[in-house]
């Protein structure tokens, strides 16, 4: 059984690029969370989606980030026109039901992206 | 509103030294969960523990162990003997019961075990 996957592990954009991030969910999880972790930080949740649906994205930037978790494929999470202050690691958590009930997130071992 | 402090931001140990990490949360939930994950230089974010706000009895596994009082509301990590393996960046975060409430994580701690 896989564990949570993630890629790029590292990816690296000039100014105004986009970045798109992937993440494949445990087999089975249908809860996905993304989150950010500047460097020297904690990990700040952005965004949690079930399949097909935005659950909460009351950490997403307003502007220049989406995510979407299609019904079949990956999670993606994108970033357009990226700046400077986008470099970071972000990481991914699945989970088979909500947080809270007597289970844990798997997170993915993330993306590190770097705009140059 | 949930915050989690971790107010240790780095300490070093000499190996085979107990250590022990801070962890204080707030939150106006009376069910809850706690969690600590551990982040090697590696990157990767590795799941410890779990512990719902019912459930004050202090976990051991293996060299780790953890006291949980909600009285001072906090929930510490105690690592006996320390190893070299166990330098890495130690995070505590918190779930509400509020919903999908995803998990709040403190600043970390940077354990450093030196030989």
Redesign the interface.
Known sequence: NAGVMQNPRHLVRRRGQEARLRCSPMKGHS?V?W?RQLP??????MV?LQKENI??ES?MPKERFSAEFPKEGPSILRIQQVVRGDSA?Y?C?SSPR???I?T???????T?LTVV | AQKVTQAQTEISVVEKEDVTLDCVYETRDTTYYLFWYKQPPSGELVFLIRRNSFDEQNEISGRYSWNFQKSTSSFNFTITASQVVDSAVYFCALSENSGNTPLVFGKGTRLSVIA
């Open positions: 809860h969370y989150y020297e930080e904690g990990l700040k949740f949690y659950i909460d950490g690691a990481f958590a909500d947080l809270f007597n844990e997130a798997f997170f993915g071992q993330g590190r």
